[in-house]
C-alpha cells in the first residue's frame, strides 16, 4: 500500500460543519482506493477562526486515512499580519514533524508560496520523495489585484523573493493538478516543463446525489417561508459577505425590483453568509420586501432552501481572480439558473451549456437585466434543465479519480527513473 502525505494548511476537515473541503474529498477518496493517507494540516481553523487542538492531535477518519493537525498560532482576518505569522508557523512545525516520521512515497502539496520552499518541497527534495502541486488559487496576485495597480506594483516588486522561488520549485514538481483551466495554464507559464509531466484540471466537485437528497428536507430557517408560489422567481446567494462579492450590487437590485410593480410579487431573493457587509445586508432586509437575510448557515439548513430557488448568484467583485467558484457547483448540483459576473472559466460553462447570464460586476442594472433575461420566453426552466444534467460532470468521484491517475503516472516515472 503506497502512502500519500496532504499537506495543506487550510481547508475544513471531517466532522466540521462546511462545504466538503477538496483534501478531505481526496482524504477519503484515495484511502478507500488502496493508499494510506495522513493530511496535514493547521491545528487553527481558518474558515470558523478557532483551534481545533491545544498541540498535536491525530484524527483517524478510517483504518487509512489520518488528519494530522499542526500547531499553529491563530489570527482574526483574513488580510492580516497575524494570517502571515500562523503560515510561517505551519510550515517550521510541518516540517519538523515530517522528519519524524517515515516518508512517505508521494506527497500533494498545497504549500503557499509565501513560506518560499517550506515545508513540502524541502522535505521532498531533501529526501527525493515526488511531488504533486495543487494550484488552488494564484498568490501572490490576488493581494496585488486586491490593493489596486499602484500600491499592486510596489507589492510586486516587494514579492519578487516569492516570485522566484515559486518559479524554482515548479521546476522540481513530479506532477500538478489545478482547481480551474486559466490556473493550471499559470502553472505551465511559470514552468513550461510541467506541460510534459503528469498533470490534471480537478473541479472542487461535490457528492451530487448527497446534496440533492438533502434538498428534499424541510426547510427550517426563521423569517423565511417553507413554501412559495407559483409565480414567484426565487434568487439566492450564499457565501462571504466581503468586498470579493458583489453584494452591494444584489442589494441594490432586489431594491429595484420590488419597488417595480411589474415585478415586486415576482422575484425574491435570499442571501446567507456573513463577513464584513453582514450588518448592511441585515439593515436592508429590513426595509425591502422582498430580500430575506437567513445569516450563516449550517449544510442541513442551506442546502433544503435551494429546493425553492431557481436562480443562483455567482456575484463576485472585479478584484476576484476566481476560476470555478465553488458556488457553480452548488448551483449546478440544485438545478439552478445560473447570474455570473467572472470573465473566467465559469462564464465559458454558462455560455456553452446555456445554463445562465452574464452580468458587469459593480452595476446593479446590469444584474437586474440578466435576471429578467431569464424570465423571458420559458428561459429559466431550460436554463435550470441544463444545469441540472451539467452537475454530473463535477461529481466528486469523477474529479477525485483524475487526481488517482496522476499519481499512478508519476509513481510509475519516478520509478522507471530510479531503475535506469
Not at 257 to 270: A, M, N, P, R
Not at 304 to 314: E, F, R, S, T
Amino acid at each position: 500500500m503506497k502512502s500519500i502525505w496532504l499537506v495543506n494548511p487550510y481547508g475544513p476537515i471531517e466532522g466540521e460543519n462546511w462545504r466538503d473541503y477538496s483534501f478531505n474529498q481526496f482524504g477519503k477518496y484515495l484511502s478507500e482506493n488502496g493508499y494510506k493517507v495522513v493530511w496535514w494540516t493547521s491545528n487553527f481553523a481558518h474558515h470558523f477562526k478557532k483551534f481545533r487542538s491545544t498541540g498535536w492531535k491525530d484524527i483517524q477518519v478510517n483504518n487509512n486515512y489520518t488528519i494530522r493537525l499542526v500547531p499553529t498560532t491563530s489570527y482574526k482576518k483574513n488580510m492580516s499580519f497575524g494570517r502571515f505569522i500562523k503560515d510561517i508557523v505551519f510550515a517550521y512545525n510541518a516540517y519538523q514533524g515530517f522528519c519524524k516520521h517515515n516518508k512517505p512515497d508521494i506527497i500533494i502539496s498545497a504549500d503557499t508560496p509565501l513560506t518560499m520552499s517550506y515545508p513540502s518541497f524541502s522535505f521532498a527534495k531533501k529526501n527525493n520523495v515526488p511531488i504533486i502541486y495543487d494550484q488552488m488559487d494564484l498568490w501572490p496576485e490576488f493581494i496585488e489585484n486586491a490593493v489596486g495597480k499602484k500600491l499592486g506594483n510596489f507589492l510586486h516588486a516587494l514579492f519578487y523573493p516569492i516570485y522566484s522561488s515559486r518559479r524554482r520549485n515548479y521546476n522540481k514538481l513530479d506532477g500538478v493538478v489545478a482547481l480551474g483551466k486559466n490556473y493550471l495554464k499559470k502553472t505551465f507559464e511559470i514552468s513550461a516543463s510541467l506541460q510534459s509531466k503528469p498533470h490534471a484540471l480537478i473541479y472542487n466537485g461535490i457528492d451530487v446525489e448527497g446534496f440533492r437528497s438533502k434538498m428534499l428536507n424541510e426547510v427550517d430557517v426563521v423569517g423565511l417561508p417553507k413554501t412559495k408560489s407559483p409565480n414567484e422567481v426565487w434568487c439566492i446567494f450564499a457565501g462571504t459577505l466581503g468586498p470579493s462579492y458583489d453584494i452591494q450590487a444584489i442589494l441594490e437590485c432586489a431594491n429595484k425590483l420590488d419597488k417595480d410593480e411589474e415585478y415586486k410579487q415576482i422575484f425574491k431573493f435570499v442571501i446567507a453568509g456573513s463577513g464584513p457587509l453582514e450588518e448592511v445586508v441585515k439593515e436592508n432586509s429590513l426595509r425591502v420586501n422582498n430580500l430575506y437575510y437567513v445569516g450563516k448557515l449550517l449544510p442541513e439548513q442551506l442546502i433544503p432552501i435551494y429546493n425553492l430557488c431557481d436562480i443562483g448568484l455567482a456575484a463576485y467583485s472585479e478584484m476576484s481572480n476566481v476560476d470555478m467558484p465553488d458556488k457553480f457547483y452548488d448551483y449546478t448540483a440544485a438545478g439552478l439558473a445560473i447570474i455570473n459576473s467572472l470573465n473566467g472559466e465559469i462564464q465559458e460553462y454558462i455560455d456553452k451549456y446555456m445554463v445562465g447570464a452574464m452580468y458587469t460586476p459593480g452595476q446593479f442594472e446590469s444584474l437586474t437585466a440578466a435576471i429578467l433575461k431569464t424570465v423571458e420566453k420559458n428561459v429559466l426552466e431550460q436554463m435550470k434543465n441544463n444545469s441540472y444534467k451539467l452537475a454530473k460532470s463535477f461529481d466528486k468521484k469523477v474529479q477525485s479519480n483524475k487526481l488517482v491517475e496522476v499519481i499512478k503516472k508519476v509513481l510509475n516515472e519516478t520509478k522507471e527513473v530510479g531503475t535506469t
